[in-house]
């Protein structure tokens, strides 16, 4: 499958993720910054390797909130925007209604954000989507499993995978 018309999405997606984390890290007040970094160490196991851009993806499959399964495998030929977040988290809140109008805007040219919540309570998560429904799969990972194999170190953290399956940002 040729997936150089991808190549422009990607970029153009790369750098609004880029500038959406730069706004969202300078609007962040140090207390929040603090007790969401406090929060992962105490209940995210420390990652041994952090995924590098080019490396396989770590595959997942995880129940979604329409009741079904999402895997990462049955996205392959998609570029995936691979979202970690929690209902606790501040610039998570800001962060759907920008991933909602990715997947508008390029859900129908091979693009899909997948949201992984890492509650450990999902009622947590039921309540923040309640606030601010997501027009994309969103998963759950009570666990941690999923974001220990990405060595997610703070919320939010993404993810871009390419239509092989590779990280590429």
């Known amino acids: 499958q040729d997936e150089r018309p991808l190549t422009g999405s990607i970029r153009r997606i790369a750098a609004a993720v880029a ?3 730069h706004n ?3 609007m962040k007040s140090l207390r ?4 969401a970094a406090a929060f992962c160490a105490a209940t995210l196991a420390p990652a041994v390797h952090a995924v ?3 490396q396989p993806a770590p595959p997942f499959t995880l129940p979604s909130a329409t009741g079904g399964v999402v895997a990462l495998d049955q996205l392959r030929g998609k570029v995936v925007y691979v979202d970690f977040w929690a209902s606790w988290c501040g610039p998570c809140r800001r962060s759907f209604p920008w991933m909602n109008e990715m997947q508008q805007k390029y859900g ?5 954000v997948v949201a992984i919540n890492v509650d450990k309570r999902r ?5 923040f989507l309640a606030l601010l429904p997501a027009n ?3 998963v759950y990972d009570e666990a941690g499993t999923t974001p220990a194999a ?10 871009l995978i390419d239509a092989r399956g590779n990280v590429s940002y």
């Open 136 to 138: 994309f799969p969103v």
């Open 52 to 54: 590098e851009a080019g």
């Open 32 to 35: 929040i910054a603090v007790a």
């Open 19 to 21: 500038r959406f984390v």
């Open 123 to 127: 009622a947590d998560a039921d309540k």
């Open 24 to 26: 969202a890290i300078v």
């Open 150 to 159: 990405y060595a997610v170190q703070g919320m939010p953290s993404s993810y």
């Open 108 to 112: 129908a040219k091979g693009f899909t």
